[in-house]
Nanobody
Framework: QLQASGGGLVQAGGSLRLSCAAS????????MGWFRQAPGKEREFVAA?????????????YFGDSLKGRFTISRDNAHTTVYLQMNNLKPEDTAVYYC???????????????WGQGTLVTVSS
């Protein structure tokens, strides 16, 4: 189960931190990610962080186009939680944000195995 939280209303230029608490899976063995879907648009990959079991790619992160530099993803294995720190938010970041989990890696364009329920982020201009 994935439980996302932290969404809300923020002004442009502001920041939000989303959290996603995972349960029922071996957290360290899963890549964790965030996707978003704006009204009337297709779901979009936001960011992902790889599984934590390998020392070579521990916590490798990757981001959707144009998001790196504003968004940061991190994971806390002890608390089985993944975070998405969003800075300098823009109105076009308005969307429902979904967390997701998939064994080892998340490949943009493919569906992760598990999805959370989504949390709404609204950025006002």
């Amino acid at each position: 189960q994935l439980q996302a939280s932290g969404g809300g209303l923020v002004q442009a230029g502001g920041s939000l931190r989303l959290s996603c608490a995972a349960s029922g899976l071996t957290f360290a063995g899963y890549a964790m990610g965030w996707f978003r879907q704006a009204p009337g648009k297709e779901r979009e990959f936001v960011a992902a962080i790889s599984w934590s079991g390998g020392t070579r790619n521990y916590g490798s992160t990757y981001f959707g186009d144009s998001l790196k530099g504003r968004f940061t993803i991190s994971r806390d294995n002890a608390h089985t939680t993944v975070y998405l720190q969003m800075n300098n938010l823009k109105p076009e970041d308005t969307a429902v944000y979904y967390c997701a989990a998939n064994p080892l890696t998340i490949v943009p364009g493919t569906d992760p195995r598990y999805w959370g329920q989504g949390t709404l982020v609204t950025v006002s201009s």
